[in-house]
């Protein structure tokens, strides 16, 4: 069974402190790996998907790396918009192209 | 990034009423369309796939004749909650696929609340 653990659950952070968040995975056969964040009330939005191990991808202050076991999203110098719930999913080979999501690392980023 | 669309955002129903949910890709054909759950704190569930023009394939544990799912477009799903209870309110998330990217794009969501 496809599984993903998230870790810290929570993380509160200072402006400018950068840090990351954790996304372990076991699957039978990696398709993708995919980020997304959700606001409180809110669909989430897209991030990044990611592919193969050693790959990554940045936009604005997140950059996303993927090994073979997990992948990180690191945040350098977070801003109070950045605050979030943050989701990693991946997406297994066989046919059907649907998500098995973590439970979420919950950011707060302080002023 | 592309854009999918729910209607209604909110909804307030009384038990035993059912409520239909609408999923649209608004800038891209979306073959496959996802619907999935998410209750308080918790992260999302996947509910059923939905194919167009193909019967949907739900999840270990969801009920397919309470949950009713029709994919009559490459731009259109709608979840049909049927005779609706209180344990159903939750907040409901479709997804789509733009094929060509593989990128999944999720819809604002829709809070269903069961009185």
């Known amino acids: 069974e496809d599984q993903v653990t998230q870790s810290p659950e929570a993380l509160r952070l200072q402006e400018g402190e950068s840090s990351s968040l954790n996304c372990s995975y076991t699957v039978s056969g990696l398709r993708g790996l995919f980020w997304y964040r959700q606001d409180p009330g809110k669909g989430p939005e897209f991030l990044f998907t990611l592919y193969s191990a050693g790959e990554e991808k940045e936009k604005e202050r997140l950059k996303a790396t993927l090994t073979k076991k997990e992948s990180f999203l690191h945040i350098t110098a977070p801003k109070p918009e950045d605050s979030a719930t943050y989701l990693c999913a991946v997406q297994a080979w066989g046919g059907s192209e649907k998500l098995v999501f973590g439970k979420g690392t919950k950011l707060t980023v302080n002023p | 990034g592309a854009v999918v669309s729910q209607h209604p955002s909110r909804v307030i129903c009384k038990s035993g009423t059912s409520v239909k949910i609408e999923c649209r890709s608004l800038?891209?054909?979306?073959?496959?369309m996802f619907w999935y759950r998410q209750f308080p704190k918790q992260s999302l569930m996947l509910m059923a796939t939905s194919n167009e023009g193909s019967k949907a394939t739900y999840e270990q544990g969801v009920e397919k004749d309470k949950f009713l799912i029709n994919h009559a477009s490459l731009t259109l799903s709608t979840l049909t909650v049927t005779s609706a209870h209180p344990e159903d309110s939750s907040f409901y998330i479709c997804s789509a696929t733009d094929a060509e990217d593989n990128e999944q794009f999720f819809g604002p969501g829709t809070r269903l609340t069961v009185l």
């Open positions: 800038d891209f054909q979306a073959t496959t």
